[in-house]
């Protein structure tokens, strides 16, 4: 199993018109994932999948449960409530300075709904030997029992890197998006990965700013049943600098990179204190977990 895509979710593109939506299109087509309709001003040359001009007609000739969104940011908050509001529960944007307002316009427009909106600034949902939106590459991972959680859609890429030469599978990837406000944040995505048996462990990948790590430590105090392995990045972080996402920005000692190497560790997470350790991290948690469940 898998959370929010596998090879049977009907999806939607929007915005495939330029260049890189009509190539993440065919990457999407050829790894498997089943892109039902395509909502594009310009043409797609190539392909047979079914164009619409609005997400509405889309919705109603070819049914979808998930929607990806190549859009420019001015573009993303109109998209993501008309795919709501005509019922598609699962949105995903990766365009990146959404407006913040556009922003918890969506999202609330997501909770009303019963929906979920993946992003802004997400580098998609990657469920390996199933599907994929946005921009995760096939070669970055194999399917098996790891979920990840990432604010960071380079560093996911790395860390997958390394668990696929250390033989470890991935069961769904999900990019949360770097920005100071997102859609659906890690604890949710934990909730729903609790619930899937092809989970064991989860791999945590965050930054400097924001409240995520400290939300992700609080859900493991309350009870979370799987192991939770993370890796923190921004160490040398100034306050008040941002680094390289809107959200990494450091204001006070709260959200610093060991204030929430502190935090994570006192709520019993397997902070890793660089890239190359996060694999060993992984095996010791996904044996202890084992064996205790074959106890």
């Known amino acids: 199993m898998t959370i929010l895509l596998d090879r049977a979710t009907p999806v939607i593109v929007h915005g495939a018109g330029g260049a890189v ?40 000739s070819v049914p979808a449960q998930l929607l990806v969104s190549y ?18 529960p699962t949105v995903v944007a990766v ?13 609330t427009a997501a909770r009303s709904a019963g929906g979920r909106f993946i992003g802004p600034n997400t580098n998609g949902i990657l469920s390996p030997g199933e599907a994929r939106v946005g921009f995760f590459s096939q070669e970055f991972a194999t399917p ?19 668990l696929k030469q250390r033989g470890l599978g991935v069961s769904t990837a999900v990019g949360i998006g ?32 924001s409240g995520e790590e400290e939300a992700v430590a609080e859900r493991v105090e309350a009870g979370y049943t799987k192991p939770v392995v993370a890796l923190i990045v921004g160490r040398v972080g100034d306050p008040g600098q941002a680094m390289g996402h809107a959200g990494a920005v450091v204001y006070g000692e709260t959200l610093s990179f060991e204030a929430k190497v502190r935090r994570l560790e006192a709520a019993g997470v ?17 044996s202890a977990w084992q064996g205790a469940h074959d106890g």
Do not use: N
Request: aromatic letters at 6%; charged letters at 25%.
């Open 21 to 60: 939506g009509a190539y993440q299109v065919q990457k999407m087509l050829d790894y498997g994932t089943r892109v039902v309709g395509i909502v594009s001003r310009g043409t797609l040359e190539g392909s047979d999948v079914a164009r619409f001009a609005d997400i509405t007609s889309a919705q109603r």
């Open 71 to 88: 859009a420019s940011a001015a573009r993303v908050r109109d998209a993501a409530v008309e795919a709501l509001d005509c019922g598609i």
């Open 95 to 107: 365009a990146e300075e959404v407006p913040f307002r556009d922003v918890v316009t969506v999202r």
């Open 144 to 162: 098996g029992r790891v979920g990840m959680i990432s604010r960071s859609g380079t560093l996911s890429y790395a860390v997958l890197t390394e």
């Open 178 to 209: 770097g920005g100071l406000v997102r859609g659906t944040g890690a604890t949710e995505l934990m909730d729903l990965f609790e619930q899937d048996p092809a989970t064991d462990l989860i791999v945590y990948l965050g930054e400097i700013g």
């Open 270 to 286: 397997a902070v890793a204190r660089h890239l190359g350790e996060i694999a060993e991290r992984v095996e010791e948690r996904a």
